[in-house]
């Protein structure tokens, strides 16, 4: 008994570190697209160091509005997969053990498929608010940056955000992957599926004010990608993390009350 206990954990060991791994390796795959479009050239501009350019002159057309959500898509992928981790990984596990009794099991990549597609979603308006944008000169053609009284609306907002009911709900449902695969939990691949793109749904909510931050010091730079990044993951998961992003809130505030102010 002792001896198939310890096999089962061996084997949820190693499905957890193949699920991590999978989602790392995409993480990565999609943050070495992102430096590789910040170096690229784009219309005959050349890309400014940790942004890329798009066409400075020219209107935008279709062409270019397909490649920022194109871009975004793979930006949204770098930033959010890894907040999905968690709860990959007691999906693998929970599938593990229904595999070795012999019940159906559903790959964790079906999971994690469900909660990209909503990003993926996400990043289609995210693309064609920027083209609508750049359209009405309100970014910089040059830097993807808004215009510093857009920016400093953007960051008011955001910081707001933190402070409402709906943020903290959806906080808590991002920040408890184990109860949210207890109340939610749907069967077979559809189901997987179903959840994750439900699990994605609950992470938008969460950071979609955030993820407009991006505007704030230019699309593409991937300092201020890797920042927002950072936080998002550290939010959800570290103790105190409701609290940091009040804090980040409040700062937020500040400093686009300090750019409408000056603008």
Known sequence: MERTAGSLDALIRRDRALALGGVAALAALAWLALARMAGMTSGGATAMPGAMAMPSTAPWGGAELASLIVMWAIMMVAMMAPAAAPLVLLYAGTMRRRAT?????????????????????????????????HGAALVSPATLRAAPALAGGILIAAGLFQFTPLKSACLTHCRSPLH?????????AFGALA??????????????????????????????????????????????????????GALLVGWGAWLVAGA
Not at 101 to 121: D, M, N, Q, S, T
Not at 218 to 246: Q, Y
């Open 101 to 133: 009794r012999g019940e159906p099991a559903v790959a964790a990549w079906v999971l994690l498929a469900g909660y990209l597609l909503v990003w993926i979603g996400f990043s289609a308006l995210a693309g064609t608010a920027e083209w609508a944008l």
């Open 180 to 188: 949210f695969l207890t109340t939610e939990w749907r069967e077979g």
């Open 195 to 248: 959840m994750g793109a439900r699990h994605g749904v609950w992470c938008l909510g969460c950071c979609w004010l955030l993820m407009a931050l991006l505007f704030v010091a230019g699309v593409m730079n991937l300092a201020w990608v890797a920042a927002i990044a950072a936080f998002v993951l550290l939010e959800r998961t570290v103790p105190g993390g409701a609290v940091a992003g009040r804090v980040v």
